[in-house]
């Protein structure tokens, strides 16, 4: 069963607005990563926050991670058209000897 | 060199065709994967390779055959694919054979079609 679920599925914004996606997830984790694809390109490492983290920062990215909760956002601040993008997080389910995508979110920053 | 080099880019086969698909890092990474995306969905492991030893087979049908030859490289042999196998396969590595709890470094993967 899919570890990590998306909101919303997909979203589209204006260039310079700020675009938030949610992640949840099932069972208990070590960390939690994001993760970019460009269509039809390989995916690109954004961010791990590790379970005892609550918040991370890298450049116009913020991170958050409630595991009360069992959920994490991301937030893209500024957006450009560059940003358009899919949109996916990764987590290790406890036990798991792998690292399991979500949906992803289909983000479109229009000019 | 931070890449990871997936060739060919594109690959169109015959059902009874073999075909291999390639990976390559220098970045001394000891874990390499092979992922399979359908369109608009996530990535699916497939195949987990640690410091050159199958560690993970993710119940893959046997038409789809892994090798690592040496640390640096990954192949996915294919032979007597069915149309349903057409997909974006991406090869990844990561610096340990931890990949859930490290970074995984993608390649731009290879488009498949099988006709």
């Known amino acids: 069963s899919q570890q990590g679920e998306e909101d919303p599925q997909a979203l589209s914004i204006q260039e310079g607005e700020n675009a938030t996606m949610n992640c949840s997830y099932k069972t208990s984790i070590n960390n939690l990563q994001w993760y970019r694809q460009n269509s039809g390109r390989g995916l690109v490492h954004l961010i791990l926050?590790?379970?005892?983290?609550r918040e991370k920062h890298s450049g116009r990215l913020r991170v958050t991670l409630d595991t009360s909760k069992k959920s994490s956002s991301l937030l893209i601040t500024a957006s450009r058209a560059a940003d358009t993008a899919s949109y996916f997080c990764a987590t290790d389910a406890q036990g798991a000897q792998k690292l399991v995508f979500g949906q992803g979110t289909r983000l479109t920053i229009n000019p | 060199d931070t890449e990871v080099t997936q060739t060919p880019k594109h690959l169109v086969m015959g059902m009874t065709n073999k075909k291999s698909l390639k990976c390559e890092q220098h970045?001394?990474?000891?874990?390499m994967y092979w992922y399979k995306q359908k369109a608009k969905k996530p990535p699916e492991l497939m195949f987990v390779y640690s410091y050159e030893k199958l560690s993970i087979n993710e119940s893959v049908p046997s038409r789809f055959s892994p090798e690592c030859p040496n640390s640096s490289l990954l192949n996915l042999h294919l032979h007597a694919l069915q149309p349903e196998d057409s997909a974006l396969y991406l090869c990844?590595?990561?610096?340990?054979?931890?990949?859930?709890?490290?970074?995984?470094?993608f390649g731009s993967g290879t488009q498949l079609s099988v006709l």
């Open positions: 970045m001394g990474h000891r874990a």
């Open positions: 926050i590790r379970s005892n983290e």
């Open positions: 990844a590595s990561s610096r340990e054979g931890q990949g859930r709890f490290e970074k995984l470094f």
